[in-house]
């Protein structure tokens, strides 16, 4: 390179409080998106809803006597699961909202604005885990309609937490797909392809015991199912470090690996 | 074909306080596959001007506004705005530009005030500054009442109006301008030319890119004219057309009854330019092209000789249009006389 380059300076750093009012500002953008359009938060509401009553009186009764009980046990059974689908579902609708706004001109706007690109992504995560506290909101007054017995407070909480920390890690995995792919219908399609065999190949609704020996080995390896089973233990009762640690664990791993590759994929799109 | 007009080869200006260049490009080179976007385009934008740069589709504006916006990062070359490095100090950079792309960078959802306020949070300003701004820009370009409104409920012109106040909000030494109307009917377009002049006169220095003759010769005081990538002239406007060779006398008789004559007395003089001698019977007057001064003294005495009385004589230069016909072989666009919204059709690279 010439001399001239030679006398550049370093590049300015943004700090911690910029950050901040960056992504403040961004949430704020966010939020008023749902107040414009308050039929994006139909889904927030309909899905605890619709699985719930879905699952209890499909499923319920038959589920529930392989449980040693009926319909009502299987109600303690699936709402800590439904709990821990929660995360994910806002998660995979993320992907799908962020491709269509980062096709929009206003991302080029962003990226040209002196402001850490994450921010971008950091507040588009912090309004879907709101979205997400709402939708559990629901999940728990329906759960309670159809039977469900709250017995441990602190518990229900503890897992709200848990579910909230493993959605945003995998919201990063659907933040880079919504960054990379082509169109929302393509990260619609990509998201249900991957959450679909993961959700039902998890103790989310059904206890594995009576699964085949292969997809049994699949769901004890499956993160969902450690978080369902650990949603249970807080909820309900019953063993839960183990369980608990290998969701934080697999937080802590996807976070780790996806964040900086989904930041780094919005920094050097074209 | 060389560059062989490029004015001034300016040193890089690595001051931000001072210097004259406000935005240097040297060499700069972006390849997409065999696509060569950029293929070592040179450019020099002085402080406090407007310099448009024109070409097709397809010749490389917008990845060279993308580049000079931290948007894309060059594969060789280098740039600087404001004396701030593209790639190496990409944020300092950002803190001085302001950028209107081709579609409106506004987001539609939010409000005009609410995408206002937003920007100026994002630009570091307290939250009462950029109340403050919002309402400043939104008055400035005619928005107050529509501040309230989702930008999805705008006009054409008032999204894109929308879009440079938000491009305003940081005070941005250097305004990238990305074909400002483009899609845009002629009243809209008339409308985003006046606030870009408006905006000029305040000091900040623009590029523009546009397809337009029209556009460039109302909004730049030097042009860029580029091709496939390349830059294939540069130089301050009546300096291209003069370079295009021709210019044309608009000669007008006293007398109308004397059009005629006057008319026939010119054609005699047998001088071709780049076009033959016109009667503009409208106007009163006849066009003839010439190519020289010594052509120019020969019209005069022509007119003498026959006794006819004028009423004035001007110089026209050749139009835009013209000037990139002959420069590049080939048309940059549509006539110019079909609007900006339905010439979008591409010149084939």
């Given at each position: 390179m010439s001399a001239a380059t030679a006398t550049v300076t370093a590049d300015a750093r943004i700090p911690l409080r910029g950050h901040l009012r960056h992504t403040g500002a961004l949430v704020r953008r966010n939020l008023l998106w749902i107040r414009q359009d308050?039929?994006?938060m139909f889904d927030a509401i309909l899905f605890p809803v619709i699985f719930t009553l879905l699952f209890v009186y499909v499923f319920g009764g038959s589920i529930g006597q392989s449980l040693g009980g009926g319909q009502e046990a299987y109600v303690q059974y699936v709402v800590p699961g439904l709990m821990a689908m929660m995360g994910m579902n806002m998660a995979q609708g993320v992907g799908t909202g962020f491709n269509t706004d980062f096709n929009s001109g206003v991302m080029d706007r962003f990226r040209s604005l002196?402001?850490?690109?994450?921010s971008v992504l950091f507040a588009k995560i912090a309004v879907e885990v709101l979205r997400m506290l709402f939708a559990t909101v629901i999940l728990m007054i329906v759960g309670v309609l159809v039977g469900f017995d709250i017995t441990n407070w602190a518990g229900l909480l503890a897992s709200v937490g848990l579910s909230a920390v493993f959605g945003s890690a995998l919201m990063w995995v659907f933040l880079t797909l919504g960054v990379i792919m082509k169109s929302a219908q393509s990260v619609q399609a990509m998201g249900f392809l991957v959450l679909m065999p993961l959700q039902f190949g998890?103790?989310?609704?059904?206890?594995?015991?009576?699964?085949?020996g292969w997809l049994q080995a699949f769901t004890d390896y499956n993160p969902l199912s450690a978080l369902a089973d650990s949603a249970r233990g807080l909820m309900?009762?019953?063993?839960?470090a183990h369980d608990l640690w290998l969701t934080l664990g697999w937080s802590a791993a996807i976070t780790a690996v996806m964040a900086p590759v989904a930041i780094h994929k919005f920094r050097t799109k074209n | 074909m060389a560059p062989d007009t490029v004015i001034g080869m300016t040193r890089i200006d690595n001051n931000p306080n001072g210097g004259s260049i406000a935005v240097s490009v040297r060499g700069l080179v972006k390849h997409y596959g065999e696509t060569?976007?950029?293929?070592?385009v040179d450019l020099d934008v002085r402080e406090g001007t407007v310099m448009g740069v024109l070409g097709p589709n397809g010749a490389g504006k917008t990845t060279l506004v993308r580049i000079l916006s931290t948007l894309l990062v060059p594969d060789a070359g280098q740039a600087t705005v404001a004396g701030y490095?593209?790639?190496?100090q990409p944020r300092q950079l950002r803190r001085v530009i302001g950028l209107t792309g081709?579609?409106?960078?506004?987001?539609?959802?939010?409000p005009g005030w609410e995408n206002l306020y937003m920007i100026g949070r994002l630009l570091d300003l307290p939250r009462k500054d950029a109340r403050a701004r919002a309402d400043e820009l939104l008055e400035r370009f005619s928005l107050t009442d529509a501040a309230?409104?989702?930008?999805?409920?705008?006009s054409g012109g008032m999204r894109r109006r929308l879009d440079l106040a938000a491009s305003m909000i940081g005070h941005p030494a250097v305004l990238f301008l990305d074909?400002?109307?483009?899609?845009?009917?002629p009243r809209t377009r008339n409308e985003v030319w006046d606030e870009v002049k408006r905006m000029v006169g305040e000091g900040v220095t623009v590029l523009l890119t546009t397809q337009y003759m029209e556009e460039a010769e109302q909004l730049a005081s030097e042009l860029t004219v580029v091709d496939r990538g390349q830059v294939i002239a540069n130089g301050a406007i009546e300096e291209l057309k003069a370079k295009v060779g021709g210019r044309a006398l608009r000669v007008r008789p006293a007398?109308?009854?004397q059009l005629r004559p006057l008319a026939a007395a010119l054609d005699e003089l047998g001088i071709t330019g780049l076009a033959t001698t016109t009667v503009d019977a409208a106007r009163g007057d006849v066009l003839v092209p010439i190519l020289s001064d010594e052509q120019l003294t020969a019209v005069v005495n022509a007119v003498t000789a026959r006794g006819i009385t004028l009423s004035s004589i001007t110089t026209e230069l050749p139009s835009l249009d013209e000037v990139f016909l002959s420069l590049?072989?080939?048309?940059?666009?549509?006539?110019?006389?079909?609007t900006p919204a339905d010439t979008r059709e591409e010149v084939a690279v």
């Open positions: 308050p039929e994006s002196p402001i850490g690109r994450g998890s103790s989310i609704f059904a206890p594995t015991q009576s699964m085949p309900v009762g019953g063993p839960v | 060569k976007a950029l293929d070592g490095d593209v790639v190496r081709q579609y409106a960078s506004v987001d539609e959802k939010l309230k409104r989702p930008a999805s409920t705008y074909e400002p109307t483009t899609g845009l009917d007398d109308p009854m590049t072989g080939h048309r940059a666009s549509a006539p110019q006389d079909a």
